[in-house]
């Protein structure tokens, strides 16, 4: 089901026999659903395997895996799509998908379906591209007892970011080049805005530890008010860079979930991944014991690869369908909820924080914004303030609509030590109505201390 990006990658790998080169698993396509045939890769060839119908494929009796690669685009999709994944197994098929926002949603009736069908859910594809993650995580880690599971899992934002870090592109340039490179999800939004990242953090939260998260539950931010400045103060004054994470910690007898750009130090593993790379850090306890990571590493497994695009995609669809072709019964899915574990309030979660302002140059400015923090019981780090270019603060003006003269712009930093994002928020809240504010003052964790 679905022949864009990754379903006409899936049709090639099928139809190049990728599977039967290297296994002794034959798969054949029965029927391939697309709302829009003609023109399609493989319809001049093969017209007789395309249908406009998702019926035809759902319910055809020759199917023993349906594949749903339709990427959801709008919210109706996610109920539409769920409804295809549910039939299927009623009808004794399995299903493989790459459609995390609906998993993401819907994953407790998915998986209700599952166990009670019988039938196997593969998943791979939803997170982190090619990377197996998934099974190593549900699997091959199963008898781990996990600390943490975090990591840069949108191909898209990295790219974004990476681009305006290292040539300078402009935010709109790098989102087009991932556009049509096919990382985007149909919807860049979904991307941008972090949504993307939230639905694989609640299946990577599923894996790892069993929690049952919803979207409302985490923490999201995306990467539309990051600006190339901040990769000059993130470099120069904070020895480090920024990379959009997807976070899941545990802390006690409660999880921090968030999904944030984040001031990465940059000898962190993580802060060297760049592009459409996708990279998950996993702290196990276990094998934990006994081992020196050297007190700086908080991880000690790492997973790296293609994060998106058509090709890495299908190769972890293709996995999945080679893992259910060889297992006579699916497992059900991963979901076996730890009722021990809460997750943290959003208001809750703790940490160091940048926060950039950008304000109308005054004296006393710095003093009135530090007594706010004060008021709230925040204690400053650091103040950080560089010597701008003229084009620098032009481009600062210009990307964000302000009629203030340049000669009279001023950006600057202050870094808050350990606070909880509650907190934070309420001291922004009087900060913001300042007049001397000019742009929404723009906060992000500082890795190492949540
Ligand atoms: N739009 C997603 C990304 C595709 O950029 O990572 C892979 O899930």
């Known amino acids: ?3 864009g990006t990754v379903g006409e990658a899936v049709q090639t790998f099928v139809f190049e026999g990728r599977l039967e080169a290297k296994t002794e698993v034959t798969v054949e396509i029965v029927k391939i659903y697309t709302r829009h045939p003609k023109g399609k890769k493989w319809f001049r060839k093969y ?9 035809e494929v759902i319910d055809h009796p020759d199917v023993d895996i349906v594949v749903e690669v339709l990427g959801a685009q709008q919210e109706k999709d996610l109920s539409v799509f769920k409804g295809y994944l549910i039939r299927a197994m009623e009808g ?3 299903v493989v998908t790459s459609d995390k926002a609906v998993l993401a949603k819907f994953s407790a009736e998915i998986w209700a379906a599952a166990r009670r069908h019988g039938q196997a859910i593969g998943f791979e594809a939803c997170v982190g591209g090619g990377i197996p993650i998934i099974r190593s995580l549900q699997q ?3 008898a781990e007892e996990p600390q943490s599971v975090y990591g840069i899992v949108n191909g898209t934002c990295n790219y974004i970011l990476s681009a305006m870090r290292s040539s300078g592109k402009s935010y709109g340039e790098a989102l087009r080049e991932a556009q049509e490179l096919g990382y985007a999800e149909t919807n860049p939004e979904a991307d941008i805005s972090g949504k993307d990242s939230e639905a694989k953090l609640i299946l990577l939260g599923a894996v790892t530890f069993g929690l049952q998260l919803e979207s409302g539950m985490i923490l999201r931010k995306g990467i539309e008010a990051i600006h190339p400045i901040d990769f000059q103060y993130a470099q120069s004054k904070g020895s480090g860079t920024i990379k959009h994470l997807a976070v899941a910690r545990e802390n006690g007898s409660a999880v921090q979930a968030f999904v944030a750009p984040v001031l990465v130090p940059k000898n962190h593993f993580l802060a060297t991944v760049d592009g ?3 990279a998950v850090c996993f702290n196990g306890k276990r094998s934990r014991q006994g081992m020196d990571n050297g007190d700086e590493q908080d991880w000690n497994y790492g997973f790296i690869g293609p994060g998106a695009g058509g090709g890495p995609t299908a190769i972890a669809v293709l996995g999945d369908v080679f893992s259910i072709s060889t297992t006579v019964q699916g497992t059900g899915g991963p979901l076996i909820t730890r009722g021990d574990l809460r997750v943290l309030p959003k208001d809750q979660i703790q940490g160091d924080f940048y926060v950039r302002f950008v304000v109308k140059n005054q004296s006393g400015i710095v003093g009135d914004i530090c007594r706010v923090f004060g008021e709230k019981s925040i204690h400053i780090a650091e103040i950080w303030q560089l010597n701008h270019t003229r ?3 032009k481009s600062l003006a210009v990307g964000y609509r302000l009629r203030a003269k340049t000669g009279n712009l001023l950006p600057f ?3 808050l030590e350990r606070t909880k994002v509650g907190q934070l928020q309420e001291a922004l809240e009087i900060i913001r109505k300042k007049d001397f504010i000019l742009v929404e003052p723009m906060w992000i964790p500082i890795w190492g201390n949540q």
């Open 413 to 415: 930093v202050i870094t």
């Open 391 to 393: 084009e620098e603060l």
């Open 1 to 3: 089901m679905g022949s």
């Open 140 to 142: 091959s880690l199963s």
């Open 92 to 94: 004794g098929k399995s």
């Open 276 to 278: 459409v790379t996708n």
């Open 47 to 55: 017209p007789s395997l395309f249908t406009t119908k998702a019926n």
